[in-house]
């Protein structure tokens, strides 16, 4: 026992009075407190803390610095754990296609010079007030109107699969009626499929009958001339 309060005083001489991070010890504590230091935190809050933790600095406060440093951490709440928001994988994406040379998409992007804006690279929260929440799960981030420009406010938007489909640098054109429409537009238009469109061009169809004339409706008109024995 004697070893013990030897050891006992010779902490109640080295503790009391002293400063552990905001901690200001006070006094050794005794009944179920015994074996503990009453300290007084910084904040006003007093805790009772064992003399190892004081002197390795594993406790500081009586907790109001670890919250403070998590919310410092924490400024946007789209990166906490087990919960990622879709704005903030688009934007890590965004970063890595365009910055990370071992990216699997750096050679379509970031070796192809397309860059993303200062403001975006450094802030997640300016992206997001820039972009705004993503519409739904059907939206991803679009570069546009420019597909080769760099990802900033003037070219970026939030667009469905279809809507990024037409935005590609090798999308086709169409002028049909005085009137310039991507080709699947037209096709949608005239009830098309691209492919069907394509075979009758490719047949020597005129882009005007290829889109008017329903399906079958020529193939059927040249089947009969043949069958027909007063056209021969």
């Given amino acids: 026992m004697r070893p013990n309060c030897n050891k006992r005083h010779r902490d109640l001489d080295d503790l009391a009075g002293r400063r552990f991070g905001r901690l200001l010890v006070i006094e050794y504590g005794s009944g179920d407190k015994f074996g503990k230091w009453r300290c007084l935190c910084d904040c006003g809050t007093e805790r009772y803390v064992f003399a190892s933790?004081?002197?390795?600095?594993?406790?500081?406060?009586?907790?109001?610095?670890?919250?403070?440093?998590?919310?410092?951490r924490v400024k946007h709440g789209h990166s906490r754990k087990h919960h990622v928001s879709a704005e903030y994988r688009t934007w890590c994406g965004m970063i890595r296609r365009c910055c990370n040379p071992h990216d699997t998409s750096f050679s379509r992007y970031g070796a192809r010079g397309i860059q993303v804006c200062k403001a975006w690279k450094?802030?997640?929260?300016?992206?997001?007030?820039d972009m705004g929440r993503r519409p739904?799960?059907?939206?991803?981030?679009?570069?546009?109107?420019?597909?080769?420009?760099?990802?900033?406010?003037?070219?970026?938007?939030?667009?469905?699969?279809?809507?990024?489909?037409?935005?590609?640098g090798n999308t086709s054109y169409l002028e049909v009626f005085g009137e310039r429409l991507v080709m699947a537009d037209a096709c949608e238009r005239y009830g098309l499929r691209p492919?069907?469109?394509?075979?009758?061009?490719?047949?020597?169809?005129?882009?005007?009958?290829?889109?008017?004339i329903p399906i079958d409706v020529k193939y059927r008109a040249k089947a009969h001339r043949i069958t027909d024995p007063s056209t021969n």
């Fill in 53 to 72: 933790s004081l002197r390795k600095g594993a406790t500081k406060s009586c907790g109001c610095l670890n919250r403070e440093t998590s919310r410092g």
């Fill in 122 to 129: 450094v802030s997640f929260e300016t992206f997001l007030h």
């Fill in 136 to 168: 739904s799960p059907e939206y991803s981030l679009d570069r546009w109107p420019d597909t080769a420009g760099n990802y900033e406010p003037a070219n970026c938007r939030w667009a469905t699969r279809k809507e990024q489909a037409r935005n590609k």
């Fill in 195 to 212: 492919e069907t469109l394509l075979a009758r061009l490719t047949r020597g169809w005129t882009l005007e009958d290829a889109l008017q």
